[in-house]
């Protein structure tokens, strides 16, 4: 089983930055997909970001352009990078892993994807 491990959540205040961090561990492989999916509070969970095992990234709307997703293969660690936080932003942050064939526009629909974190709070006021 791969087991998916995030960190970096907080509280922070409006236009300050934080990265998000997602350890993989176990039965892990570098060829799939990895994704970014955040929870607010009675919304169903929605896409932020992915990558894919090409590299090949893309974003929701709301976050184009202030966060970026990027990912250490040899670390086994996925990365969030957050800038000019709103409170919109404001949810439970998953990283999550998916099967490599995905595309484009399904890499962040979180019905594809087979292995979830516990998530991590983030929290902008």
């Known amino acids: 089983h791969v087991q998916l491990v995030e960190s970096g959540g907080g509280s922070v205040e409006t236009g300050q930055s934080l990265k998000l961090s997602c350890s993989a561990s176990g039965h892990t492989r570098s060829s799939g997909c990895m994704g970014w999916f955040r929870q607010g509070q009675d919304k169903e969970r929605e896409g932020v970001a992915a990558i894919g095992d090409d590299g090949t990234t893309t974003y929701a709307d709301q976050v184009k352009g202030r966060f970026t997703i990027s990912k250490d293969n040899a670390k086994k660690t996925l990365y969030l990078q957050m800038k000019s936080l709103k409170p919109d932003d404001t949810a439970t942050y998953y990283c999550?892993?998916?099967?490599?064939?995905?595309?484009?526009?399904?890499?962040?629909?979180?019905?594809?994807?087979?292995?979830w974190g516990r998530g991590t709070q983030v929290t902008v006021s």
């Open positions: 999550a892993a998916g099967p490599s064939r995905l595309p484009v526009p399904s890499m962040t629909s979180p019905r594809w994807y087979n292995y």
